[in-house]
């Protein structure tokens, strides 16, 4: 059983529509993070939210963490082609030092 | 380049046969981790060091498997006997010790056994 769940796992939209993609846990994190992965290399950082109920906008993306830090969800307005790859998010467990990983969300956005 | 670097960034193997990788991690982070990835699915943690210390092996690890760090700089991660289902991307990250949860992954290893 994964820890933290992502759906969807996979999203094929229209360049300029809108996405949501959800992480979801039973267990509470000190911190969750959301990378993207693109063929053949590894994760790149895109956020940090560390604050129950934080919200953090980056550019067009917008990270939201649950209240009660178990969950989150990343939202991208007006999705571009160059937006395509493996978004992950990632946590660390309340005193720990490990980051786990979900199982990610494959997004294609077509031109 | 201040990254963190993998070697090789890939090997094809016959199963039976040794490989090893290694990670650079960026010079000033004293945290380094392994982790395995495979197809369409999220990194899985693997292992990871303090400096030279080994602090935590995941259950993944089989006895097969073999991280060192001798120097606290750079590490190498060793299977030996490769079976098929070893083949994944093997990826290194790096941090800070105060810093565990912003990590910098390196581009990986992707391992194939035939």
């Known amino acids: 059983t994964q820890l933290l769940e992502q759906s969807p796992q996979f999203l094929s939209i229209q360049e300029g529509e809108n996405l949501t993609v959800y992480c979801n846990s039973s267990s509470v994190f000190s911190s969750l993070q959301w990378y993207r992965q693109e063929p053949g290399e590894g994760p790149v950082l895109l956020v940090t939210v560390v604050t129950g109920g934080e919200v953090k906008k980056l550019k067009r993306l917008t990270f939201q963490f649950g209240d009660a830090r178990k969950d989150s969800s990343l939202h991208i307005t007006a999705a571009q082609p160059g937006d395509t790859g493996l978004y992950l998010c990632?946590?660390?467990?309340?005193?720990?030092?490990?980051?786990?990983f979900g199982s990610g969300t494959r997004l294609l956005v077509r031109p | 380049d201040t990254g963190v670097s993998q070697d090789p960034r890939h090997k094809i193997t016959k199963r039976g046969q040794n490989v090893t990788f290694r990670c650079d991690p960026i010079?000033?982070?004293?945290?380094l981790y392994w982790y395995r990835q495979t197809l369409g699915q999220g990194p899985e943690f693997l292992t990871y060091?303090?400096?030279?210390?080994?602090?935590?092996k995941s259950r993944l690890l089989s006895d097969r498997f073999s991280a060192e760090r001798p120097k606290g700089s750079f590490s190498t991660l060793e299977i030996q006997r490769t079976e098929q289902g070893d083949s994944a991307m093997y990826l290194c990250a790096s941090s800070l010790a105060g810093q565990s949860n912003v990590l910098t992954f390196g581009a990986g290893s992707r391992l194939t056994v035939l």
């Open positions: 990632a946590g660390v467990l309340d005193s720990s030092y490990k980051l786990i």
């Open positions: 060091f303090q400096n030279e210390a080994q602090l935590e």
């Open positions: 010079s000033e982070h004293n945290r």
